[in-house]
């Protein structure tokens, strides 16, 4: 059940009058039981292997907290074990497999490497970071732990942010769950808008740059370095777009049941430095990250060598965390290495705006490091998006080649016309002035105060929608980036 669909409009609907209908004991029963429906709408039995790692999790918590045995890292150890191995064999059996087995051919060793017919569970990494998130908390003293299971399953399996997160933290979610939740129609209003405007990004907007991608990027040998710029810019704008558009969604879902989900992105394109950029992207799994994998690494209190190297292991765990292919690893590490890059020539940098006087607050410089930020990161999603590391190399080639050829487009080969370019443009722009706003002037709160405002953005955002989504008869919707992690 996609959320750019009618019958998820359809489900929430009904689960969220069924849920202000029923007495308050009676809702998280209810809310529990219409997740794993809502999970079970793309593999029934997969929701089995969510219970168990539910279950794992949930007594791991309560035997971390009751030091049974006097092993408290022991069950945490054991928590991780088991579910890490479900993560593996899973999402990087094959992936090992066939590394090792190249690896032995080029020692000269010939070995079948053996492969899983399975499929990939939807939503597996993020649901199991959240569980595992839950178990540090409850080993560090945090969060007491969890006695009502059902309330710890609702936690872990919350529909409007159990497929693509954002990985909420027990912390916050643990004690919403037990809140009761009068109905109070602005949390509906406040929930209507970014469900639509996730659906606006979603379809109008990545749907449609997704077609000139896909296009140009599974063909890397037949495009020209204009074309491969155009899909490159295409993405940047696309994953963003379709990630950011399923955190709209769901956090707009949750405000409807009265719950709030963490922020998850916040104006990342606007971000002046990498290490910026990852304060803005994807908020919930690089805070995960940063306290349950950084820190205990040793973050930057053991000196710059360590801090660089812990930056490199973070970016590439979080690269395999992505998806099980050496283009992630390698996306990660670069992202690692722009960050090791900028602490090694930081003392250059101070040195030198000393010297030419320049200040952090200069708007020029300002304008300079962004737009460095975003071609940096432009180059980094080559890497994410590409179907192999050799398809990579032929796309970095082919974009280095626009400074010895220049730009040259060819529209009809890659399914753009002049006119959805000049649209797809015009709302691109239109999204990072709306976010800045959105992120820096707290404009939906604004909108949901003005009636007549909020209804207008309604009209224009749903006319956008019929008018130039992607959707209709002969169309199936596309799932969303990031249900493949």
Known sequence: MNFNSIGYLLFLFVNVLVYYLLPQRARNYQLLLASYFFYMCWNPTYALLMLFSTAVTFGCGLLVGGKALGRRKLWLALSFLINLLILFFFKYFNFLSTLIGQGLALLGVSWQSPLLDVLLPVGISFYTFQALGYTVDVYRGTVAPERNFVDYALFVSFFPQLVAGPIERSGN?????????PFRGEDLIDGALPVLWGLFKKIVLADNLAVIVNTVYNAPGAYAGGDFLLATLAFAIQIYCDFSAYTDIARGSAKMLGFHLMENFRCPYFATSIQDFWRRWHISLSTWFRDYLYFPLGGSRKGKARTILNLLIVFAVSGLWHGAALTFVVWGLLNGLYQAVSILLRPAKQKLFALLHLRDSNPILHGCRILVTFCLTCLAWVLFRANSLADAG?????????????????????????????????????????????CERDLMAKLNRRVAVRYAVYFVLIAAILLFGSWGEGFAPQDFVYFQF
């Not at 753009?416 to 797809?424: D, F, G, I, R, Y």
């Open 173 to 181: 979610m643990l004690g919403q769950i037990k809140a009761y939740h």
């Open 394 to 438: 032929l796309i970095f080639s082919a974009l280095l080649s626009v400074f010895r050829d220049g730009i040259t487009l060819n529209l009809p080969a890659i399914n753009a016309t002049l006119p959805t370019l000049l649209m797809l443009g015009v709302f691109s722009v239109g999204l990072l002035v709306a976010d800045w706003f959105i």
